[in-house]
Each structure stands twice: as C-alpha cells, then as structure tokens.
C-alpha cells in the first residue's frame, strides 16, 4: 500500500483545532451564559474549557494511536466493538452536528436581523435562519471544494476581529461588574458553562486529520492541547469584555446578539455593524463547513451500516448526504428556539465526549496514557452533563425531552436499522467501498 502523503503541520493542526471552535459557537452562545451566570461569565467560559481540555486528553492519546477519517467513530467502535450501544452514539453524533448547524443559523439570524428594523416579523426571522443553511447548503451541492478552500481565510479573519475586540475594549472595562457581588451561585456558574459547552466542541475535528499531521506522535498532543488553551484564553476575555463594558439591562435585550452590543462602548455604532458582520460570517463559515463534513460523516456511518448509503458511490460529493442534512437542519432550526439548541447541542456534545472518555478508558492499554487522566476526563464530562440536565429541566424542561428524544431515536434506529442490517451487509460494503 502506498504511503499516505502528511501534508499539515503543527501551526496547521492548531488552526483545524481553533477554526472548529471559534465558529459560530461565541456569537450564538455568549448571551446565554451571560443571563446565567452574570458576573462570572467568564468563569463559566473557564469551567467548560477545563472540561474540554481534560477531553482533550483523551483526543489526544487515542488520535495517535487510531489515525483515521472516522475521528469520534472509530474511537468508539474499537473501544465498544461496533455493538449497539457504539452505534447509537454514532448516530447520536450525527445528529448532534445537525443540532450546531440550527444553532449557528439561529444565531445567523439573530445577528442579520439588527440590520432591519426591531419590530420586524417571524417571517423573516425564519427567512433569515432558512437563508443560512440553503445557501451553504447549494455551495455544497455546487462546488464542495469551495469550502475547504475558504475556510482557513475565514478563520483568520474570526480571530483577527475577536482580538481587535478585545484590544479595543479592554480600556471600557468596569472591573466591578466582574466581582464576585455579581456572580451567581456556583452551581448556576456551572450550569451556564455547560450550556455554552458547544462552543468548545470542535477540537475534535483535529481527530479526524491526523492521518494527514506530519509527526503524529508529537504534533496531535500539541494541537490539541494548544487549540483548546488558545481558545479559552480568547473565550474568557471576550467575555470579561462583554460583562464589563455593557450594564446588565442592555445586555439581556439583546443577548442572542451580545457580542456585537459589547463593543458599541468604544466604537459606537460602526463597532456594533462591524461585529454584527463578523458574526454574519463566522455562523455562515461554520455552517458551510459542518453542512461539509456532516455529510461526509453521514457517508462512512453508511458504510458501516450506522445510517442509510444514500449516496451510493460517491464518498466526494455526496449529494443526498448534503440534503438530508439541510432538510433536518432547516426543521430543527425553525422549530427549536436559541436557547434549547444551545442546550441541546451542549448536552449532546458532553454525552458523544463522556462515551470517547469512556473509550480512552477501555482501551488505555492500547493507547498508553495516565488511567487517572481518562477517568478524571470521563467523570467530569459526565458530572457536568448530569448539572446540565438538572438545572435545565427544572428551568426549561423541554430541552430536556428534545435531548432525551434524540437519545432514544438514536437508540431505536441502531436497534432497528443498524444491527439488523449490518448483520447482512456491512461486511460486504467494507470490502467494496473506498473513501
């Protein structure tokens, strides 16, 4: 067999890592840990990022052991032998991709809206969110390439922005706002941490390149552990901005759009357009991009028998991959308001991020690595999904059933779909399908 060509280095790598992350996960989510935690939002910005980086431990070790496409699946299937409780999850990621593509629109369509006036209608709100995921969606259909092409350039482009917020800001700083007399109760910081979790979900992507990282050994622990300290420290001052440069009341007006709010106090209205744009394109790069690889992702769970072949030859565009995704993501996003996608979302990403703890776990002697890191890993993303679920279902119960209803689906569709028909013809389709 040919040797595959490993075409990306460590500064790529980090900025796979970052380019995940830093999406469209800050502008949607930054209002909802405001309304939380208050004052320490930026404390619940660091409680979720420890969360992530003890995952990313985990990423870590099993990447360099199983350098594949499949990323999160493979991890799972070795550690669980493709058994339904694997499948399920499999699935079950998925859908949690479907559930960060509605976010980002929403949040898309929060941020188009300040350019119309403040009493505009449902109509067009839900245009707005229906225009951020078909227009990715015909750029996929059309020319894939596109998306990968421009993805490092919007990339920069984020950061660049949320830095020069950051700079800009610092000076309008009212540290008081940031005193404890304004946090809430440690639980809430918590709970708010875990509800903006999805904006760290994307160093997992890392995962699904190493195959093509030169110097796996070093470079995967590296790019995973700088990613996730890079965007944190970046998360927590976009937030000590926010909270101290705008007063409360303001804030939660417009909280599905607080980023753009925040830095109004040192460039006035420009500074509000300017962000509002950024945010324009961060959500529509980060969908393009997860519309990109859920697709794709939706192809190798077919291979597996995990989900329907759709696209039966064609792993490079796959055509009903990239409708079925659209289609589910349109409902989802039209039908489930900011706030429980967040929670949705964040919860799906701690339960797919406790099984591949789990999985490090099992296959510790395998992989190497400290057994006290994965449990640590595994306990953590665990106990925060069970805060998660707690708090939300005495404050916004529905979140809670939507969550436990796609666990369920995931769950009856391996059981029935699944393992019945990988029984027949899974074998064959991994020995006839390349991808």
């Not at 990339?155 to 660049?160: E, G, I």
């Not at 436990?404 to 389709?429: A, D, P």
């Amino acid at each position: 067999m040919e040797k595959r060509e490993r075409k990306i280095g460590l500064l790529g790598a980090i900025a796979i890592g970052i380019g995940g992350m830093v999406g469209g996960g800050i502008f949607a989510v930054l209002g909802e840990a405001a309304s939380i935690a208050h004052g320490a939002t930026a404390m619940a910005f660091a409680i979720a990022g420890i969360v992530a980086f003890l995952t990313a431990y985990s990423y870590a070790k099993l990447s360099v052991h199983f350098q594949s496409r499949g990323g999160t699946i493979t991890f799972i299937d070795n550690a669980f032998d493709h058994d339904l409780f694997a499948g399920s999850m499999n699935v079950m990621l998925w859908l949690s991709y479907l559930v960060t593509i509605s976010l980002y629109a929403v949040a898309f369509g929060s941020y188009a809206g300040t350019f119309f006036p403040d009493n505009h209608t449902e109509l067009l709100k839900h245009t707005l969110i229906s225009t951020a995921i078909l227009i990715p969606g015909v750029i996929n259909l059309v020319n894939a390439s596109v998306v990968s092409k421009s993805e490092t350039l919007l990339v920069v482009v984020k950061l660049l922005i949320l830095v020069f917020v950051i700079i800009v800001g610092m000076p309008y700083v009212e540290f008081e706002r940031l005193s404890p007399t304004h946090w809430e109760a440690p639980l809430a910081i918590v709970t708010a941490g875990m509800v903006i979790f999805v904006a760290y979900e994307g160093f997992e992507l890392i995962a699904n390149a190493a195959e093509d990282i030169k110097n796996p050994e070093k470079n995967l622990p590296r790019a995973f552990f700088g990613s996730v300290i890079i965007v944190i420290l970046l998360y927590v001052l976009i937030a000590i901005i926010t909270i101290g440069t705008v007063d409360e009341a303001t804030l939660m007006k417009a909280k599905d759009y607080a980023l753009a709010v925040a830095v109004k106090p040192a460039l006035g209205s420009a500074g509000f357009t300017l962000v509002a744009v950024a945010a324009l394109l961060a959500t529509f790069s980060a969908i393009n991009a997860t519309i990109y690889g859920n697709s794709r992702l939706s192809f190798s769970l077919g291979i597996e028998g995990e989900l329907p072949l759709l696209d039966k030859k064609d792993a490079i565009n796959p055509v009903y991959g990239v409708v079925s995704t659209i289609v589910f993501s349109l409902l989802m996003a039209n039908l489930i308001d900011l706030t429980e996608i967040a929670i949705i979302g964040s919860a799906s990403f701690l339960l797919i991020f406790s099984v591949t703890n789990l999985s490090a776990v099992r296959l510790q002697k395998q992989i190497g690595g400290k057994i006290w890191m994965f449990i640590l890993a595994f306990v953590s993303s665990l106990s925060a999904l069970v805060t998660l679920m707690v708090h939300t279902y005495s404050s916004n119960p529905n979140a809670v059933y939507i969550f436990v209803s796609f666990m369920f689906l995931s769950l009856l569709f391996e059981l029935v779909y699944g393992q019945l028909y990988r029984k027949k013809f899974s074998t064959k389709r991994r020995s006839t399908w390349t991808f």
